[in-house]
């Protein structure tokens, strides 16, 4: 037999169900800050009935006759999905993590797939999605219904103020000095942020790309300039044993002669947002999203030099910084030959050399890295480089102990070492008849469950400094140490630097000339 209702009873059951079930990361946060007692009980539950109000409000809002059970059931799933990685992995769904998922490919996203996400959505998605789908909504007539859906909308917006009224003292802090805490409310921030990054990603779609550097050219040089750009992913300063952790974790790189930079914050949290920043001419915190990607950025003012630019990528792919270059795609054993598991970063120096033979100038390359992409830190490493063990073998990060997460996640940086020595090793082979360098810098950090936190990005200006503080360095090949004192570079390696630098250090180091270089933001210079 059927279950009937109507379709106010069906969005207040609905509404109750997300907050009851859906809201356990919410209400965990809230408590941390407001400790269940005598004196926050009653605000706490007010809480409860504000957030199934404002459920209420954008349900009544967005649906229709028409449209109600398909709305709620996608809303179902969608909040069981962001309540498995909200709970598993304490992140926040802003408007830069939609980003992410929308730019992920299928095989990152075949990384986060567990028996535990199945679990939720069978049983917090399905199921009641099943129910949804089965009970019998019957609606009175237009006028009534909307006279019906008006009353509920005034009685939950007074219901709403009042209790804000009455716990005013409360919700002034809530919003002023706690207002990270919505920041978790499931799935009204979602909702909100699905909507900005929406609006943003259609309001660029007719954007007209500005020029920028157009007058760059090439300083006169004895010899050619090769410069590599290594982008690392989620590689965090602290476990390179080069800036001081205990384990040795940089075995090769220590016996390279590297300028080491352990002092580098990066632009954002994410690859969606540090790739696209390190590459442009926007500081961190004059970017933004749109801005970004309507400017040309470092690479296009190279090209307009004469540089030959190839983009060479085994992550998920250049977030537009490479459109406009020579762009290849190394995450396939079509182009990749060094494939097991997954295509290894090693792969994309093969045929580099019949690449550079072709060139008439001077070359950049950038080789984007799949490095220490989370939660199965197992899989990006052969298996020849776990030498920490017991090593977490799955993506289930939670069920793993700190210390089995720890050996996966250094073994990722010790076959990270192993493939920047031999990109330098590389390099070296043209030492005679280029000016050659190399510049890695990883694109942001990696929580591994420090403070409950895992993998990344939080918003910037709450990220923990496992997020933001990223492993950089540079080597220089012997023809460029003619101009560059490495020496004096050495002396002021542990100052502070950011992703913001990249884009003149890239310029200066290439030789570049143009009125959009900032000499004092290159890192290779000397102040």
Request: include cysteine; hydrophobic fraction near 40%.
């Amino acid at each position: 037999m059927a279950l009937k209702t109507t379709s106010k009873r069906l969005i207040l059951y609905v509404s109750l169900f997300l907050v009851l079930v859906d809201n356990y990361t919410f209400f965990k946060n809230v408590l941390s800050v407001y400790p269940l007692s005598w004196q926050n009980s009653g605000f706490i539950f007010s809480l409860g009935v504000v957030l199934t109000s404002i459920l209420i409000l954008l349900l009544n809002l967005l649906t229709s006759r028409y449209s109600l059970k398909i709305f709620l059931i996608t809303l179902v799933l969608l909040s069981a999905i962001t309540n498995y990685f909200m709970n598993t992995y304490h992140v926040i769904i802003d408007d830069t993590m939609i980003q992410n998922i929308a730019e992920t490919n299928v095989g990152e996203s075949w990384d986060l797939l567990s028996l535990k996400l199945l679990v939720y959505i069978v049983f917090l998605g399905l199921l009641p999605s099943w129910i949804i789908y089965k009970t019998e909504v019957y609606y009175a007539h237009y006028t009534k219904e909307l006279f019906a859906t008006l009353k509920m909308i005034i009685f939950v917006i007074s219901v709403s103020l009042a209790l804000m009224f009455a716990f005013s003292k409360f919700y002034t802090s809530f919003f002023r000095e706690n207002k990270t805490l919505r920041f978790y409310s499931n799935p009204t921030y979602p909702i909100y942020s699905a909507g900005k990054y929406l609006y943003n990603s259609f309001s660029q779609r007719s954007l007209i790309v500005k020029t920028i550097g157009l007058d760059a050219q090439q300083k006169p040089s004895q010899h050619r300039r090769m410069t590599i750009v290594v982008v690392g992913e989620a590689a965090r300063a602290n476990r390179f044993s080069l800036n001081g952790y205990e384990r040795e974790t940089n075995p090769l790189l220590k016996k390279e002669d590297i300028i080491n930079l352990d002092n580098v914050s990066s632009c954002g949290t994410s690859t969606a947002i540090s790739v696209p920043c390190m590459f442009s001419i926007l500081d961190r915190v004059q970017y933004s999203d749109k801005e970004a990607k309507s400017t040309e950025n470092v690479l296009d003012v190279l090209k307009h030099s004469g540089v030959s630019v190839l983009w060479r990528d085994n992550n998920s792919d250049s977030k537009g910084v490479a459109l406009r270059v020579s762009y290849e795609d190394f995450r396939t054993a079509k182009t990749n030959t060094l494939c097991d598991v997954e295509c290894r970063d090693e792969g994309m120096l093969i045929g580099l050399k019949e690449y550079i033979s072709e060139q008439k100038g001077d070359i950049l390359i950038v080789l984007h890295q799949m490095g220490n992409h989370g939660p199965a830190y197992y899989k990006r490493y052969p298996k020849s480089f776990e030498k920490f063990t017991p090593a977490c073998q799955t993506n289930q990060v939670e069920q793993c102990s700190s210390e089995e997460i720890g050996n996966a996640y250094d073994n990722a940086i010790l076959y990270t070492d192993y493939f920047l020595s031999k990109t330098i090793n590389f390099l070296k082979q043209y030492d005679d008849i280029y000016q050659t360098a190399l510049i890695y810098m990883a694109d942001h950090g990696e929580s591994l469950g420090e403070n409950g936190l895992y993998l990344h990005g939080i918003p910037y200006f709450m990220a923990p400094e496992e997020q933001t503080h990223i492993g950089a360095f540079v080597w220089i090949g012997k023809m460029n140490r003619d101009s560059i004192d490495v020496e004096a570079l050495r002396q002021k390696a542990n100052e502070h630097y950011s992703q913001d630098n990249l884009f003149h250090t890239i310029l200066g180091l290439m030789g570049t000339q143009t009125a959009v270089y900032e000499k004092r933001k290159d890192i290779l210079i000397y102040k």
